[in-house]
């Protein structure tokens, strides 16, 4: 049975981090791209970052470049997103997303809410 399952959500404030996890299960992980997309209140899914399977290879969206960083651990079967210097415009529920060819496979998602 396939699962991810994200963590780390919450609410932070303007200029604050946080570390998104997934944890992977059910499927050959190695063998995965990952991918973080979020989606904000009354808005379509926006793609945020992807890494290759070896980890060696990553994508940022422009609005999160230069904050953001994805990294995975193959070992553990997991994926990481950290997001420092959050702003408001970062809100948004967090899902991860593993792909294969025609195997597409999301989490239920996190919420991360900005704001004092």
């Known amino acids: 049975q396939v699962q991810l399952v994200e963590s780390g959500g919450g609410l932070v404030q303007p200029g604050g981090s946080l570390r998104l996890s997934c944890a992977a299960s059910g499927f050959w992980f190695d063998n995965y791209y990952m991918t973080w997309v979020r989606q904000a209140p009354g808005k379509g899914p926006e793609w945020v970052s992807t890494?290759?399977?070896?980890?060696?290879?990553?994508r940022y969206a422009d609005s999160v470049k230069g904050r953001f960083t994805i990294s995975r651990d193959n070992a553990k079967n997991m994926v990481y997103l950290q997001m420092n210097s959050l702003n408001s415009e970062d809100t948004a529920v967090y899902f991860c997303?593993?792909?294969?060819?025609?195997?597409?496979?999301w989490g239920q998602g996190t919420q991360v809410t900005v704001s004092s």
């Open positions: 997303k593993a792909r294969r060819s025609v195997y597409d496979y």
């Open positions: 890494i290759n399977t070896s980890g060696g290879v990553t």
